[in-house]
């Protein structure tokens, strides 16, 4: 992985949720990841209407019921997973409930952001979503081969 951290949310991706032109946003989603208890990853996936960021805080709204609230209700942590600048953006970022009506059935956190991390490689660019382009197929490919053969390697359990 390469890529730049610290603590500031990118300006694109502060434009991107920062609740203007959602008919132009439709579509964007943005993951999240939290462990549970039993340390599984819980994962919801999140539109712009869910999500607000001002400065270096993000606002949520999540299902009430969901595992991924309880997870992060348990964990006070969770990660937002935003595609952009050609890479995956990465926002750690601890939470807490906040008493903010969003809905029937939601519940509202504040996130206060600890890290951030852009994601990119030299031989590949995320488009959108979780899909990607390879800008050297043949280089690539052949690491792939390499790594899998390694990974073939790993005694079965």
């Known amino acids: 992985m390469d890529g730049a951290s ?5 300006e694109s991706v502060r434009a991107l949720l920062d609740g203007s032109g959602l008919k132009s946003k439709i579509g964007v989603t943005v993951l999240l990841v939290v462990n ?9 996936s999140l539109s712009v209407g869910e999500l607000l960021v001002r400065g270096d805080e993000v606002l949520m709204t999540l299902w009430e019921r969901s595992r991924t609230t309880a997870a992060l209700r348990a964990a006070r942590a969770g990660l ?9 953006v990465r926002i750690g970022a601890g939470f807490d409930p906040i008493d903010v009506e969003t ?4 519940v509202t956190f504040r996130g206060v952001v600890e890290e951030v991390e852009l994601d990119v490689v030299p031989y590949a660019v995320v488009t959108h979503g979780i899909s990607f382009e390879l800008t050297d197929p043949d280089d690539a490919i052949a690491r792939w081969e390499q790594q899998l053969d390694r990974l073939r390697q790993v005694p079965v359990r």
């Open 6 to 10: 610290g603590a500031r949310i990118p």
């Open 103 to 106: 809905g029937a059935g939601r």
């Open 80 to 88: 937002l997973h935003v595609v952009d600048g050609g890479g995956i």
């Open 36 to 44: 549970d208890e039993a340390a599984w990853p819980r994962v919801a």
